[in-house]
């Protein structure tokens, strides 16, 4: 099951549903941020992979990605895989990397060889082997000695990118089982004190994509995807949920952490994706995200990531455009 696919698709159908002007505008804003070299901008000005990314599913969703960005942002996703460094080597600029260049392929058609692609499949998987601990995940650096949550789910979406499956899934079953806690939440690591919302996303999105790919067949869409595995996640998941709704803050958005000091644009996205999955999606909850990302949205288009930020960036106007594809698709905008 390729869950970034997924992720991108499911945006896509309820951006499908925001109004005409808000699509152009933050598309419009988004093309802004091509560096001219090749690539999108980070919080610096310059081009980066992970922003790229970012940038590039943003487009796909909002149905704005033309072939010409596509060609050159598949150009620049080529340079750096010559560069030391430039990709594949930890979990987040390998699921980056496979996914901007199947963003982009999608557009284009194919860009590599069978022999180019296997080269690099074989590179990626390399670099990524190395990473793999004997707790059943993928560290975030080579440094660590135990496996990340955030880092083995993004691990996960790479393999998939790639068109192959994750390797050693009974191992990577006991990592998720031992970061699970009985009142709700997923810990980051074996280390961890506390849950939060985003580690709490990555464990039921692993475990969902572990639990269809024990299932025959795959799906083409979130629909069929949800249709098959809800029942599942209603019952072994469901206790996740209540954790989830607990880090709503009193402004609207989701808190990352318990002790966080304020709420933020990927909490709030990610809390309401999970929710969702697990098929226990709020109105009234919903309905209050949606104003607190929209205290967050530019008037000229791109999203801040928290209220005392003034600097928009690729990687946060997703996590915006989500939370408004989300309240649209459950028809609670206003």
Not at 3 to 32: S, Y
């Amino acid at each position: 099951m390729d869950f970034l696919q997924l992720l991108r698709d499911d945006i896509k159908e309820g951006l499908a549903k925001t109004p005409q002007a808000f699509r152009e505008r933050h598309t419009r804003w988004i093309q802004g941020q091509e560096h001219a070299g090749g690539g999108f901008k980070n919080r610096r000005g310059n081009p980066e992979l992970y922003y790229s990314t970012f940038a590039l599913r943003s487009l796909s969703a909002l149905n704005a990605l033309t072939p010409e960005i596509a060609a050159r942002s598949a150009d620049f996703l080529l340079r750096l895989r010559k560069e030391r460094g430039g990709a594949f080597g930890d979990a987040v600029s390998a699921a980056s990397w496979w996914d901007a260049f199947a963003l982009c392929e999608e557009v284009l058609g194919p860009r590599l060889s069978e022999t180019e692609r296997i080269e690099l499949t074989r590179l990626t998987h390399a670099r990524l082997g190395f990473l793999q601990r004997d707790d059943g995940g993928w560290a975030k650096t080579a440094l660590e000695g135990n496996g990340s949550l955030y880092h083995t789910f993004l691990t996960a979406c790479a393999y998939f990118r790639m068109g192959g499956s994750v390797p050693e899934t009974e191992k990577l079953r006991g990592f998720l089982k031992n970061l699970d806690q009985a009142n709700g939440g997923f810990f980051e690591n074996k280390y961890s004190k506390r849950a939060g919302t985003n580690g709490t996303a990555a464990g039921v999105g692993l475990s969902l994509l572990l639990t269809a790919s024990g299932v025959a067949g795959r799906f083409a869409t979130w629909t069929g995807l949800a249709e098959k595995l809800m029942p599942l996640a209603a019952k072994g998941l469901a206790h996740h949920a209540a954790f989830v709704k607990s880090m709503h803050g009193e402004e609207g958005g989701f808190y990352a952490m318990p002790n966080a000091p304020m709420t933020d644009l990927l909490s709030t996205f990610t809390g309401l994706f999970t929710l969702k999955m697990l098929g226990q999606s709020d109105a009234k909850l919903t309905a209050r995200a949606l104003a607190y990302a929209r205290s967050l949205e530019d008037p000229e288009g791109g999203y801040v990531g928290f209220a005392l930020e003034s600097l928009a960036d690729c990687e946060y106007t997703f996590y915006g455009l989500g939370v408004e594809s989300i309240a649209h698709a459950a028809g609670g905008t206003a």
